[in-house]
């Protein structure tokens, strides 16, 4: 059968290090439920914990959720001034900072150095690299998908999400179609189509369900943000972090799967080839 007859499904937990409270529930979530992946922020408050749990996980896949909004780099503001805050986060401009990574050399020349820091930390924690994916999708961005494609291969890069959900705003989708042809081009692995964007923070039981009814050919990938407890951070306000942990240990989100029977695990296990050290 081949791929694009058979149906995959991807369980992705993303924000692993955030937060204790996130990294609970993921662990939950991989023993007690469905979830099979999760996408680590390696410079986040909680990125050691997070590194021990996966370590316990063998058969957790684990990927690089590269952070260049909304968050903390792996620099000091010193190197990357360009990119951050006074206080040395960044920020939330996105379309601000794209034109900025288009246009500015200098700002290019810090982007490369914190992307390479975000692999060189993910390298050090000795995890199998499953997949990239970028926090609020940045890597949509053809500056930051060209960075993360050179940088990325020196690192065993084989697969990144694409954040291609379907009924998605017609303005998004010629970005998509470029992106789609990037990877391909590159042959870089990517997902058939995600969810996770239109409802995050609201990925239910009952979405879930809707979404299994309807899942098609091909790899598909859906994303949650799980956690403990809610109100994680400002920027999650509203965010129903033990809806989705209940989500994914639902006994009727595991029977609809084992009914439906697809392909699980993660991009390793669906879309490239076994590599050294990938969990069997």
């Keep these: 059968m081949t791929r694009d007859e058979r149906r995959g499904l991807i369980f992705t937990a993303d924000d692993f290090g955030l937060h ?29 914990d997070a590194v021990e749990r996966a370590g316990r996980l063998q058969r957790l896949r684990v ?45 290019r020349r810090q982007l490369a150095a914190e992307i390479r820091a975000q692999f060189e930390a993910f390298a050090a924690t000795r995890l199998a690299l ?17 960075q993360v494609l050179s940088i990325g291969r020196e690192f065993g890069l084989t697969a990144i999400r694409l954040p291609a959900e379907p009924g998605m705003p017609a303005p998004l989708r010629p970005w998509i179609a470029l992106m789609r ?4 081009r590159a042959g870089i692995a990517h997902n058939d189509r995600v969810f996770g964007i239109a409802q995050s923070g609201a990925m239910d039981e009952t979405a879930l369900l809707a979404i299994l009814d309807r899942l098609q050919p091909g790899v598909t ?12 951070t400002a920027s999650m306000r509203g ?12 006994p009727r989100v595991r029977q609809r799967l084992a009914e439906l029977n697809p392909a699980t695990g993660g991009f ?8 050294d050290g990938a969990a069997a």
Aim: include cysteine; proline fraction near 7%; aromatic fraction near 6%.
């Design 130 to 146: 499953d997949h990239v994916n970028a926090h609020k999708h940045s890597h949509l961005h053809p500056t930051v998908l060209s």
């Design 20 to 48: 204790p409270a996130v990294n609970e529930a993921v662990e939950r979530a991989h023993r007690d439920g469905v979830l099979t992946t999760a996408s680590l922020m390696v410079a986040a408050p909680a990125a050691a």
């Design 268 to 275: 390793s296990d669906l879309l490239t080839a076994p590599r």
């Design 181 to 184: 042809r990037r990877l391909d």
């Design 221 to 232: 990938e859906i994303y949650c943000h799980p956690a403990s407890h809610d109100g994680l």
């Design 63 to 107: 990927g690089l959720h590269l952070v260049l909004a909304d968050g903390v780099p792996m620099l000091p503001r010193a190197k990357i001034p360009e990119l951050v805050d006074a206080q040395g986060r960044f920020g939330s401009a996105m379309a601000r900072d794209g034109f900025r990574f288009f246009f500015l050399p200098r700002v």
């Design 239 to 250: 965010y129903r972090h033990t809806d989705e942990l209940a989500a994914l240990c639902s």
